[in-house]
């Protein structure tokens, strides 16, 4: 079954730029997409097919996407942005849905 | 507004069966693929089943595939998710949730999603 890596937990300072990673065989052949989850509350889609925003997304919120690891980019984080953020693709192989792990933004 | 709401959820012994329930709002339901997505406390999204827009095609996590069946009733803006043979490991919320734009997209409306509990 195809697997979606992302670290357990990423920091970043007030302000500054944060980068959650989601590692995957050759995930850049795929289409990945981002969702934001804070406590209680249902996951928010954030970025759709690698780097697209849907509308009500700020701009700081960036995706890129590459060889075998895609990237959530957070600019000048707020307080706001903690939360547990999942990475997500479709493997056609194993006709399935992937979800990432989740990574635990803390803003410093 | 678009908007899903999930019910069903309960309280079951293991073994036992329950049927979630979606009701969709404010978009043309049959043109979207649906999605269930659930979530064992504390834990991660996992990925649970899709169904396609006219119903015709389904697909499942290996985790529920033979015990849980996915349908839906397009005159009735109504998702489902038929669970048998419950075990301890399908405790959690279980979310619906609506394709983006295109088959296999983004998931771009969550309901609020619904608890399911097996225990004896």
């Known amino acids: 079954s195809y697997e979606l890596t992302q670290p357990l937990s990423v920091s970043v300072a007030l302000g500054q730029t944060a980068r959650i990673t989601c590692g995957g065989n050759?995930?850049?052949?795929?289409?990945v997409h981002w969702y934001q989850q804070k406590p209680g509350q249902a996951p928010v889609l954030v970025i759709y097919r690698d780097s697209n925003r849907p509308s009500g997304i700020p701009e700081r919120f960036s995706g890129s996407n590459s060889g075998n690891t895609a990237t959530l980019t957070i600019s000048r984080a707020q307080a706001g942005d903690e939360a547990d953020y999942y990475c997500q693709v479709w493997d056609s192989s194993t006709a399935s849905e992937v979800f990432g792990g989740g990574t635990k933004l803390t803003v410093l | 507004e678009v908007q899903l709401v999930e019910s069903g959820g309960g309280v079951v012994q293991p073994g036992g069966s329950l049927r979630l329930s979606c009701a969709a709002s404010?978009?043309?339901?049959?043109?979207?693929?649906m999605h269930w997505v659930r979530q064992a406390p504390g834990k991660g999204l996992e990925w649970v089943s899709l169904?396609?827009?006219?119903?015709?095609?389904?697909y499942y996590a290996d985790s529920v595939k033979g015990r849980f069946t996915i349908s839906r009733d397009n005159s009735k803006n109504s998702l489902y998710l038929q669970m048998n043979s419950l075990r301890t490991e399908d405790t959690a919320l279980y979310y619906c949730a609506k394709d983006y734009v295109r088959a296999h997209d983004a998931f771009d409306i969550w309901g609020q999603g619904t608890m399911v509990t097996v225990s004896s």
């Open positions: 404010g978009f043309t339901f049959d043109d979207y693929a």
């Open positions: 169904i396609s827009g006219d119903g015709g095609s389904t």
């Open positions: 050759n995930i850049g052949s795929k289409n």
